[in-house]
DNA sequence: TACACCAAGTGACTATTGTCACATCCAAGC
DNA sequence: GCTTGGATGTGACAATAGTCACTTGGTGTA
């Protein structure tokens, strides 16, 4: 981890209202709420590996991931390591425990290099108290969040494996995708990570569909190669 | 459902600072905070089964529960029924579809006789650009619904059924409570939905621990007995 | 090229939990 | 008291998914 020499600062305004704008539900802020991030905040730099936040930490900033990839994943007290999320650029990461002022529950763990803008709690009060309609789009971020983790216990309470893995796989896939490319090349057992699965009853599921001509697995790398039916049985009935 | 006679507003002004010093995040509004949210809701009133929010419908409004209990529920795609929380006085309800604009993801019922302030989107809107703290106090309580949520999924995923139920327990039980007793007094069939396991499988469970003197269940009511047993199984390694 | 390592594939077995089918029990009313 | 419907208790069985123990494959490096 490595902080970015300030200077760079004028640099990377450009950079951050392009990502702003293509991804992020921030991306109709102005130029003015911008640069107040902007100068506000620390631009960061994460090789692969290097955790953008811990678990069990205290929780005083907030994150937005400018390049890269970050896994948001957590560990069970009994040692079960379950992922929550993939983050992309424009994402808003830290904001629970900075809201709440409680421990960050989860890890997020660059798994590439990675970039991210750090503002601390202080810089973010002000933010918000200057900006009025960054509170409204962080409730958004929230609401959005939300939505997530409860299609997630719905997914996991409601159905059985396979439409399950289906579902995270298409929360994987990327819209326009050419040849149903995922956005990330898990391996099998990141994958199970994900879908709450262990490896081996992965690769099974993955060798079915396969098989069925649904998906396709070349050196590590799932396809989703008939997105319809793949649909379908992520709303099962079993 | 009905809509309480506007006169009321005069009587429900105290009740309301009460509930809300007692229960909630919204507990230090100050008197404008509250005279607005009168000003500005509609005190409504739910039978017993009244649905106060319903999955599907679009979000138009965000409610503050008054008095009585509700359950938060969602029907899966393939009909299974999932518990998300219960919901007491001083409760936030329906923010998430109030904010992004989308559809209500879960319904909200009614377990008794329930009274709720209701807030239009309009309206809600007003407030916060006069009270600034109220987005503030609405970034809180969705910061703590992730954390339940993402506890929830670590529950789900994580843990077998033993632990999960006693966790589960754990989240109904009120803290100084004499003898055990738990906020709700659920039937076994609702707390399988709470918890997501089959009834048969709670009611073996709790046989089991009764046995063993951790929970008593009479004439339908669970009793935590021996709350710290209890902890130690919601933390087993299992 | 050979070695090392890690991801992936696979068979056999086990464990956990759900399902089905009843028997009971109990509280509310008539 | 009697009836009745819903909530409970329980045994037997089935199904889903995890675990274990390997084998196989692929990639990078000495």
């Known amino acids: 981890m490595q902080v970015i020499w300030d200077g760079t600062k004028l640099v990377k305004a450009d950079e951050l209202a392009g990502i702003l704008a293509e991804h992020s539900l921030f991306a109709d802020c102005d130029e003015a709420e911008l640069a107040d991030l902007i100068l506000r905040g620390h631009f960061v730099q994460y090789e692969k590996g290097d955790d953008l936040i811990m678990q069990g930490d205290p929780g005083n900033s907030l994150l937005i991931l400018l390049s890269g990839n970050a896994r948001t994943s957590l560990i069970a007290s009994n040692g079960h390591e379950i992922v929550l999320d993939y983050a992309e650029p424009g994402q808003v990461l830290g904001e629970i425990a900075l809201l709440d002022g409680g421990e960050r529950t989860a890890s997020v763990t660059a798994?590439?290099?990675?970039?991210?803008?750090?503002?601390?709690?202080?810089?973010?009060?002000?933010?918000?108290?200057?900006?009025?309609?960054?509170?409204?789009?962080?409730?958004?971020?929230?609401?959005?969040?939300?939505?997530?983790?409860?299609?997630?216990?719905?997914?996991?309470?409601?159905?059985?494996?396979?439409?399950?893995?289906?579902?995270?796989?298409l929360r994987l896939s990327v819209v326009g995708a050419?040849?149903?490319?995922?956005?990330?090349?898990?391996?099998?057992?990141e994958l199970g990570n994900f879908a709450g699965m262990s490896r081996e009853h992965i690769n099974r599921q993955l060798s079915t569909w396969s098989e069925d001509g649904i998906v396709s697995v070349e050196s590590g790398k799932v396809r989703i190669l008939n997105h319809a039916t793949l649909s379908n049985i992520a709303n099962a009935d079993s």
């Not at 601390?120 to 997530?148: C, D, Y």
């Open 178 to 189: 050419e040849e149903g490319r995922l956005k990330l090349d898990l391996s099998q057992s």
């Open 111 to 169: 798994i590439e290099l990675t970039t991210a803008l750090t503002i601390t709690r202080a810089a973010f009060e002000e933010i918000l108290k200057k900006h009025k309609n960054m509170a409204l789009r962080l409730l958004k971020v929230m609401a959005n969040r939300i939505r997530t983790a409860n299609t997630m216990i719905e997914g996991d309470r409601a159905y059985t494996s396979g439409p399950r893995l289906a579902r995270y796989l």
